[in-house]
């Protein structure tokens, strides 16, 4: 196990590398002079020559590799930069917004593992009944709703026809439960979904009917010898899920004004604060990656076959 | 099984007009498709007239849809929206297919260094959820339909390239590969006759699901005013403009919504339509 861990963290290596030079690249085919940027309305009427001293005292005359070095150096020692907008540095700016991201992620997840996990079994055990199409319509539905539109009907409703949930903000559990709503419902939609068809799967082989002709219980049969063979797809599915709710939250989070790094990252782009957008997509990046190597690694845990290959 | 003697893709397109998720799917995208293209003659109003003295009234049978803050009808917008949200979904999509195939097929084709580059930059472009990773393309590009277009593409590629590489791999130790380049068939014509075609099936069908994917992206990166710049207007541009009026004017966030919901499902259903449809496990139907 050990060995196969270490395995899995040496190939991600390259691919973070490669995250560091994509974020760089992008930064580059920025239109505009960044050192404008930074200076915004000041900068109109500076002149070439405090131009010049900003740009070097930035580093921005250095050939690019050599930008490129310096910008890896501060990522590995954790420094990003300073945002252009609060002078703040960008790591800490993050960190103070993660934990917002983290609870609304890790409470959508958790109501869409408990919905959507029973229902996608309740539909694979009824295939081709009333409960079960009405099920795939609804989670057909689900993945096809614009999540901020969710999210607006939900406040049109929940804030003001019938005024039980603040529109937004954050603070108590209340502003939590809207926004964990709107984004959880396509994942209730997507677990759902995924939790049907590997079950069907499953449902059809020879070691189920087995159990069944020995006499096992109903809940015993579906859950050891279906559920648990079952299980690496919509692990894989919960794992993905988590992932995006960690970083797709951004258009809920706008809606809301829930302070997580989604929301950071749609302000900083909309005031062009250039470290901000570099730090949240790293932050993310990493994030996104750590989350799929532990799904990577649950395989290895549920399938022992994996680990030898 | 195969009483009739039917071709694979004769049995697919059997299969496909059988099975009511597939009709249903296309019904609903040909509906939306037709009245968008068709909107200069069915109309009600030109959809960027102002009526100062008709702003924000709820829906009537003057104004189906009711009118925005200018006194402009929204049905009317609705439909010539829609010919800008439907070309945001397909043309990420055809530009994410042909390169995605492109680098998978070369990808798996050419194995050793440029299979381990091509598919380490794709893990690189997977290494962000999606809409994150569209996002940070056009926050640094600018804002801007082209930008928008353009970042919702490359956040495309990945999938085709895993796909069309995963059935190239396989493709090209087929036998009758084989067969073809020991008669001296040059690899463009191996290419072209014996491997692209057999890709097909999961390009259409991952096709047909990155439609809705582009649509719902386009429209948020519109949302959060990213997207199309006024005057021009999307579904996600309305639904953006018309939140200040909450919770008055609910026809302004109604509408535009709907619209775009009706299409992502008829997206996906035509998709989960044609994956049954093109899996040559499936049964056939008479």
């Not at chain 1, 790094?261 to 949240?280: C, E, K």
């Not at chain 2, 075609?197 to 096709?207: A, D, L, R």
């Amino acid at each position: 196990m050990t060995a196969y861990l270490l395995k899995r963290i040496i190939t991600l290596l390259p691919v973070l590398l490669g995250v560091t030079i994509l974020v760089f690249g992008i930064m580059q085919l920025t239109p505009g002079d960044p050192v404008r940027v930074l200076l915004g309305e000041m900068g109109q009427g500076a002149s070439e020559e405090q131009l010049q001293t900003v740009r070097s005292n930035l580093g921005l005359d250095q050939p690019l590799h050599q930008q490129y070095w310096t910008f890896l150096s501060g990522v590995v020692r954790g420094d990003l930069g300073r945002s252009f907008r609060s002078n703040r540095l960008v790591a800490q700016e993050l960190w103070v917004r993660f934990p917002y991201t983290l609870v609304l992620a890790i409470t959508s997840l958790a109501a869409a593992v408990s919905i959507g996990l029973p229902v996608g079994i309740v539909s694979a055990l009824k295939q081709n009944t009333k409960i079960d199409y009405a099920i795939t319509f609804l989670a057909l539905l689900g993945v096809s709703i614009p999540v901020f539109w969710l999210s607006l009907l939900l406040m049109m409703g929940l804030s003001y026809y019938w005024p039980v949930l603040p529109a937004s903000g954050s603070g108590t559990w209340r502003h939590l439960v809207m926004p964990a709503m709107a984004i959880g419902l396509s994942s209730i939609a997507f677990i759902a979904r995924m939790t049907r068809s590997s079950m069907l799967d499953v449902l059809g082989e020879d070691y189920i009917r087995t159990a069944r002709a020995k006499g096992l219980r109903s809940r015993v049969v579906v859950i050891r010898h279906g559920l648990r063979n079952a299980a690496i797809p919509i692990v894989t599915t919960i794992g993905l899920q988590f992932g995006s709710l960690l970083g797709g939250a951004v258009l809920t989070e706008t809606i809301f004004a829930w302070p997580g790094i989604g929301r950071l990252t749609v302000q900083a782009i909309l005031a062009r604060d250039l470290p901000v957008i570099q730090g949240s997509i790293l932050f993310v990046a990493v994030l996104f990656t750590l989350i799929n190597l532990m799904v990577d690694l649950l395989y290895a845990v549920l399938n022992p076959r994996i680990r030898y290959e | 099984m195969n009483a009739k003697g039917q071709s694979p893709g004769t049995r697919a397109w059997r299969r496909f007009w059988h099975s009511k998720v597939a009709i249903t799917g296309f019904v609903l995208l040909a509906v939306v498709l037709f009245l968008s293209l068709a909107a200069p003659w069915i109309a009600p109003h030109e959809p960027n007239a102002q009526n100062w003295f008709r702003r924000l009234e709820g829906p009537s049978m003057e104004y189906p849809f009711g009118t925005d803050e200018f006194g402009r009808c929204v049905l009317s917008r609705v439909l010539y929206g829609g010919r800008v949200s439907l070309l945001s979904g397909l043309l990420p999509v055809l530009f994410g297919a042909s390169i995605g195939t492109t680098l998978g097929v070369w990808s798996g084709y050419a194995g050793g260094k440029v299979d381990s580059l091509i598919m380490r930059s794709m893990d690189v472009l997977l290494s962000l959820p999606s809409i994150f990773l569209a996002l940070a393309i056009v926050g640094t590009l600018g804002p801007g339909w082209r930008n928008a277009v353009l970042a919702v593409s490359v956040v495309s590629i990945p999938a085709y390239a895993r796909i069309v590489r995963s059935k190239t791999l396989s493709l090209r130790e087929m036998e009758y590969v084989e067969a073809a380049r020991a008669i001296g068939a040059s690899e463009v014509r191996i290419l072209r006759r014996y491997i692209l075609p057999n890709t097909m099936s999961p390009i259409i069908v991952q096709s047909s699901l990155s439609i809705g994917f582009a649509i719902l992206s386009l429209a948020g990166l519109s949302f959060l005013g990213l997207g199309v710049q006024p005057p021009t207007s999307d579904w996600g541009e309305m639904l953006s403009s018309g939140r200040r009026f909450l919770p008055d004017s609910w026809w302004l966030q109604v509408f535009p919504g709907l619209f775009i919901m009706f299409v992502v499902l008829g997206a996906n259903l035509m998709g989960d339509g044609l994956r049954d449809a093109l899996d040559p496990k499936g049964k056939p139907t008479g």
